[in-house]
């Protein structure tokens, strides 16, 4: 299957701080990505529709200027989280949906803010 | 929200036997996908079924879709202890082509 990558894969950082996390297709152009939120023992919620050269389209409850979404190219989408607090610390994971309808997962990103 | 709710939430086997998941959500569907997640890792993807199919094959793997009770189903046979892990099924829905997720089935592979 196609390749989606993340980076970092973990980080841990002060509170007050952001973080930028990158979003990489490696085998195929991903005209949308997704970006989901991971709390332990729990399924996947979606955050954020990244398209390629447009706004990002939030889920409902999701700060657009908390968690800002640039999707600057068929094979990038980076989520940074501004001014991040320990609330923030999660698993965060990204996808990108390929031409045939699968969506392809990256590793996910573990952060802590402290 | 959660559109898919599966079942069992916990399912604990013994190395040979087959698992079988059970997912069902609430709107109609694109296509609806099976995941595999490790515990802290990523998601691997299993198979995509769209709305038009009745069943698919992988491996050891066996999905079914029936679109008029709104539920899929996920067989693993001959299942192995490398089996465990959180499954999970996801809908794809709109026009938007997001996928929702189901609340996911832990299963253990006992050797």
């Known amino acids: 299957g196609a390749v989606v990558s993340q980076h970092p894969s973990r980080v841990i950082c002060k509170s007050g701080t952001s973080v930028k996390i990158e979003c990489r297709s490696l085998?195929?152009?991903?005209?949308?990505m997704f970006w989901y939120r991971q709390f332990p023992k729990q399924s996947l919620m979606l955050m954020a529709t990244s398209n390629e050269g447009s706004k990002a389209t939030y889920e409902q409850g999701v700060e657009k200027d908390k968690f800002l979404i640039n999707h600057a190219s068929l094979t990038l989408s980076t989520l940074t989280v501004t001014s991040a607090h320990p609330e923030d610390s999660s698993f965060y994971i990204c996808s990108a949906r390929e031409k045939t309808d699968t969506q392809y997962f990256g590793p996910g990103t573990r952060l802590t803010v402290l | 929200s959660q559109q898919g709710e599966e079942d069992p939430q916990a399912l604990s086997i013994q190395e040979g036997e087959n698992a079988t998941m059970n997912c069902s959500y609430k709107t109609s569907i694109n296509n609806l996908q099976w995941y595999r997640q490790n515990s802290g890792r990523g998601l691997v993807h299993l198979i995509l079924?769209?709305?038009?199919?009745r069943e698919k094959h992988s491996g050891r793997l066996r999905v079914t879709l029936d679109t008029s009770k709104k539920s899929s189903s996920l067989l693993i046979t001959a299942s192995r202890a490398a089996d465990t892990a959180s499954y999970f099924c996801?809908?794809?829905?709109?026009?938007?082509?997001?996928?929702?997720f189901g609340s996911g089935t832990q299963l253990t592979v006992l050797p």
């Open positions: 996801a809908t794809d829905t709109g026009s938007a082509r997001q996928l929702t």
């Open positions: 085998d195929f152009q991903a005209t949308t």
């Open positions: 079924i769209r709305s038009n199919e």
